[in-house]
């Protein structure tokens, strides 16, 4: 055995070290958002009756609107509310907030795909999104063979050459990656994925799907502890 | 003689009947039914405080929640049975659009505590509260 073999074996145990850890972080942090809004309904000594029926729609409506609506804009705290939606409304819920997640994905993406970049940074700055029009003037500057590893490069992926050789796995990993905010967060990613043009819509829809369950699966696992 | 004997007679007749109609009104009747009642109180949600007033009522073989029927839940038929002292009563009262209220609860000497449930499906999950009904004897008919 080389001696440079005992190093690159210590590295990689380390790398899924910090892997099992961050995942127990993850999960830990659902638990305890979970556990927390609960006893916080409880303490506030709120009490749901029958005569708020429409006021608890609307709530909820406004709710899942706002979640769709946010999430699909890069930058903008839109996992925050979902997190919030499932735990307020349990196991239905976590089925609403996966499909209005993919939602938001789709439109991001098809925003990216249809509207021209100029237009697109144009809207972004009207928005007062600063940050994220400069994201994407700087990710449209890119060429469009360059710019999955310069996605990947910004979030800090360790495993760049092995992701560049699989377009959609990266997708897929970006959009659970715990850093993924400093490139937009799950709208950002998917509105540049659209830009890209690299990514047909069918597989893309068929890897959001798959690449969104770890959250909601957490959850459900949280709630069955 | 006679006259004074039917005097006293008529006089305690009266005196009785008196009697019953007072204690009617603030006491629960000596008999197995609860048909004619009505009691009056607070409730609120489960492990929480009072929320407000309502009056339940047995009338005819059909069960009320007058602050419920507000809400679009009607008047349900309901059942008792007597055991001892206490009668145990339940009733579905059911609405249109907000789903049921299930009731349980016992009365006991003029007191009655129940415990109800609103169950109402919707398309983000499932409603499903529990409430707390505790109430005085308010009349019998």
């Known amino acids: ?24 972080i993850l999960v830990l942090v659902v638990v305890l958002a979970n556990i927390s809004v609960s006893h916080l309904i409880d303490r506030l000594g709120i009490q749901i009756w029958p005569e708020y ?36 409304l349990g196991p239905k819920g976590v089925a609403i907030v996966y499909i209005c997640t993919i939602v938001a994905l789709i439109i991001s993406y098809g925003m990216g795909r249809m509207i021209p970049a100029h237009l697109l940074i144009s809207l972004l700055n009207w928005l007062h999104l600063e940050r994220a029009a400069r994201l994407l003037s700087r990710f449209n500057a890119v060429s469009p063979d360059r710019r999955i590893e310069y996605l990947t490069k910004r979030a800090s992926m360790k495993f760049v050459p092995f992701i560049l050789r699989h377009r ?58 | 003689m006679l006259t004074l004997t039917r005097f006293v007679t008529l006089g305690a007749a009266l005196f009785f009947f008196e009697v019953a109609v007072i204690t009617a009104d603030t006491h629960l009747p ?19 405080g009072e929320h407000h007033q309502d009056t339940i009522t047995f009338k005819n073989g059909r069960f009320r929640s007058l602050d419920c029927e507000e809400w679009g839940f009607g008047p349900a038929s309901y059942e008792y049975k007597k055991e001892g002292d206490a009668f145990h009563f339940s ?5 249109p659009d907000r789903g049921t209220l299930e009731w349980k609860g016992t009365i006991t000497g003029d007191i009655a505590e129940a415990d109800f449930r609103w169950r109402h499906e919707r398309w983000y999950g499932n409603i499903d509260r529990r409430y707390w ?6 009349k019998t008919e």
């Open chain 1, 1 to 24: 055995m080389a001696p440079g073999d005992d190093s690159i074996d210590a590295q990689r145990s380390n790398m899924w070290l910090a892997t099992v850890a961050k995942l127990s």
């Open chain 1, 53 to 88: 029926m429409e006021i608890i729609d609307r709530a909820v409506l406004l709710g899942v609107l706002l979640y769709t609506c946010l999430l699909a804009m890069p930058f903008l705290p839109g996992v925050e509310i979902g997190l919030t939606l499932m735990m307020v």
């Open chain 1, 168 to 225: 959609y796995l990266a997708l897929a990993v970006l959009f659970n990656l715990p850093g993924n905010a400093l490139i937009g967060g799950g709208g950002g990613i998917a509105m540049m994925a659209g830009m890209s043009r690299l990514y047909s819509f069918s597989v893309y829809f068929l890897v959001i799907s798959g690449a969104i369950l770890p959250l909601p699966v957490f959850f459900i696992l949280s709630k069955l502890l």
């Open chain 2, 30 to 48: 000596q008999s197995d039914i609860i048909d004619g009642l009505q009691f009056q109180g607070q409730t609120g949600e489960h492990g929480k």
């Open chain 2, 91 to 95: 009733a579905t009262l059911p609405s």
């Open chain 2, 133 to 138: 009904f505790k109430g005085k004897l308010k």
